[in-house]
């Protein structure tokens, strides 16, 4: 019972810790936080805006677990279809990361690294650029949203649910954290060295989400294929 109990607070950190660094959310909202947090800004201020911006990113897990509730077993009955789905939307993400002439065409450009995500005006707007953008790398974390549904559909002692979500909630604010604890000048040179760098961790970060997205829409081909 002890074991299972931490594995299953193990693997909450883990998923935490997946999505907090998935390609989809990293490095566009550390680029963002980079920007936001000025150099002249203590670190208690810090810490309260990566809070708020993690609070916006669990706060969207939360809805998917609550709308998971009731369509879990659809989930489960077309399962190969939708993790196909959600690997072609990765791969799409994935050829806009690497073409800035298709988000000129689609107009999508303010996804690109080089401009980021608008600095919000005061912690109501960094929770909703955390929030939107969760929504956003869902389908990159998307095998992770199903062993967090998996994970706490199966729990029915209300103790290890919380303690999950906490380990939960640890590992998506650890990477941030990280962040906001540096002191302002060297969050200066990292967010200059990011945006010198940002067209190759650009076409770098589109290479894996394609390689991430075939990978998921294998299992359906390999069906069709079988047909």
Known sequence: MIL????????SFGVGLYIATSPCLFPLLPLFLLRTLQSEESRTRSVLVTGVLSSGILVSLVIFLFLAQFIGLLIIMYFT???AVLGSIIIFIGILMISERLREILRLSNLGMQ??????????GVFVIGFGYALLAAPCTGPALFAL??????QSELFVSILMFVLLSIGVF?????????TGEARDRIATKITTSARKIEVVVGVL??????FLTY???????GL
Do not use: R
């Open 4 to 11: 299972d109990v931490l594995l299953q607070a193990a693997s």
């Open 81 to 83: 279809y939708l993790q």
């Open 115 to 124: 401009k980021g995500p608008d600095s919000p005006n005061g912690l109501v």
């Open 149 to 154: 549904v998996a994970l706490f559909g199966v």
């Open 174 to 182: 650890i990477p941030y954290l990280a962040i906001a604890i540096t």
């Open 209 to 214: 989400l394609v390689i991430v997205g075939v």
């Open 219 to 225: 299992p359906l081909i390999e069906i069709a294929i």
